[in-house]
């Protein structure tokens, strides 16, 4: 992936001047986003689509296919996408940029090294409180939006993205806690890198993603703990299931991007000299389809196992 950065001392400005994105902002940070491991080139984008459609309330990225040449060179198919930032949430949750701090995999992406105790702090509470207690989950839900952490770890658990949460893991919240909107100091979530979900074959539907946080996630471990949260969570996931992740529903959404992206994978296949037939973006899509065709029956287990 290659990343960009407008700077003064490249053209006078710290925005670029182009929106290539039709973001309706000038942005300081763009990515040509290679996609990892997905050979499909496709899961990214598709799934930040979805979580788009559904009304997610998860900060999610735009993705424009672009084809890629240096200095006249052909060198693959790529995505072109924004970057979480203070100017990304100033327009897109109307907060002043100034009082935005992003963590990132549990480090300040945006902010000032003490802010890092806003995070420390929240983990604490959560280590530190019984949320089967309901004045204690009441107490949560001024500290983090719940929709949004309930929609994220449904998503990423029904998706079985294998890369995560101890990776590629982002929230936001405003320093301050008393202005209105979103500007209420409450955590919300961010989705992004999501080559490593778990239809890269057609077996990972049976991925158990619950052991990755029961147990491990304070966050998440702590609120299974309360019958409320529980509800809820099971709630989101039968509705992601049921929903936008039926095959009825999901499977046309995989030949559309699988149809806009088998020739350009193809021909990048040939450029780096890849042969394994798996390369091929048809036979992904085929994978995706396969794994949202058996997925729901092994959530339903591990509903049972786990909540």
Same mark, same amino acid.
């Given at each position: 992936?290659?990343?960009?950065?407008?700077?003064?001392?490249?053209?006078?400005?710290?925005?670029?001047?182009?929106?290539?994105?039709?973001?309706?902002?000038?942005?300081?940070?763009?990515?040509?986003?290679?996609?990892?491991?997905?050979?499909?080139?496709?899961?990214?984008?598709?799934?930040?689509?979805?979580?788009?459609?559904?009304?997610?309330?998860?900060?999610?990225?735009?993705?424009?296919?672009?084809?890629?040449?240096?200095?006249?060179?052909?060198?693959?198919?790529?995505?072109?996408?924004?970057?979480?930032?203070?100017?990304?949430?100033?327009?897109?949750?109307?907060?002043?940029?100034?009082?935005?701090?992003?963590?990132?995999?549990?480090?300040?992406?945006?902010?000032?090294?003490?802010?890092?105790?806003?995070?420390?702090?929240?983990?604490?509470?959560?280590?530190?409180?019984?949320?089967?207690?309901?004045?204690?989950?009441?107490?949560?839900?001024?500290?983090?939006?719940?929709?949004?952490?309930?929609?994220?770890?449904?998503?990423?658990?029904?998706?079985?993205?294998?890369?995560?949460?101890?990776?590629?893991?982002?929230?936001?919240?405003?320093?301050?806690?008393?202005?209105?909107?979103?500007?209420?100091?409450?955590?919300?979530?961010?989705?992004?890198?999501? !080559?490593?979900?778990?239809? *890269?074959?057609?077996?990972?539907? $049976?991925?158990? =993603?619950?052991?990755? /946080? #029961?147990?491990?996630?304070?966050?998440?471990?702590?609120?299974?703990?309360?019958?409320?949260?529980?509800?809820?969570?099971?709630?989101?996931?039968?509705?992601?299931?049921?929903?936008?992740?039926?095959?009825?529903?999901?499977?046309?959404?995989? !030949?559309?991007?699988?149809? *806009?992206?088998?020739?350009?994978? $193809?021909?990048? =296949?040939?450029?780096? /000299? #890849?042969?394994?037939?798996?390369?091929?973006?048809?036979?992904?899509?085929?994978?995706?389809?396969?794994?949202?065709?058996?997925?729901?029956?092994?959530?339903?287990?591990?509903?049972?196992?786990?909540?």
């Amino acid at each position: 992936s290659f990343n960009f950065f407008a700077r003064n001392e490249y053209s006078n400005s710290k925005y670029f001047e182009e929106d290539l994105l039709n973001l309706g902002y000038s942005a300081k940070k763009l990515s040509l986003y290679a996609c990892g491991d997905d050979r499909s080139k496709s899961k990214g984008p598709m799934v930040s689509e979805i979580a788009d459609d559904l009304d997610l309330q998860i900060a999610t990225l735009t993705y424009e296919p672009y084809v890629l040449f240096l200095d006249g060179e052909y060198w693959g198919v790529y995505w072109l996408t924004d970057r979480f930032d203070s100017i990304y949430v100033q327009e897109n949750y109307g907060v002043d940029k100034d009082d935005v701090v992003i963590v990132k995999r549990g480090e300040i992406e945006e902010g000032n090294e003490d802010d890092l105790a806003l995070y420390e702090d929240l983990l604490s509470f959560f280590e530190d409180n019984d949320m089967s207690d309901p004045d204690n989950y009441e107490q949560a839900k001024q500290l983090v939006d719940m929709q949004s952490l309930i929609d994220y770890y449904a998503l990423e658990i029904y998706i079985a993205n294998v890369d995560w949460p101890f990776n590629n893991y982002e929230l936001w919240r405003t320093r301050t806690t008393n202005g209105g909107g979103y500007a209420d100091g409450r955590w919300r979530w961010m989705l992004y890198d999501l !080559d490593g979900i778990g239809v *890269m074959d057609q077996w990972m539907a $049976e991925q158990v =993603s619950f052991s990755d /946080v #029961r147990g491990k996630d304070i966050l998440f471990d702590s609120l299974s703990e309360n019958a409320e949260f529980r509800e809820a969570f099971c709630t989101k996931l039968r509705e992601l299931g049921n929903g936008r992740f039926s095959s009825e529903q999901i499977n046309p959404v995989i !030949d559309r991007y699988i149809d *806009m992206m088998y020739l350009p994978v $193809e021909k990048e =296949s040939e450029r780096f /000299v #890849r042969s394994n037939e798996e390369d091929a973006a048809w036979v992904q899509g085929e994978y995706m389809k396969e794994f949202f065709k058996r997925r729901y029956s092994f959530i339903e287990d591990q509903i049972e196992g786990y909540l």
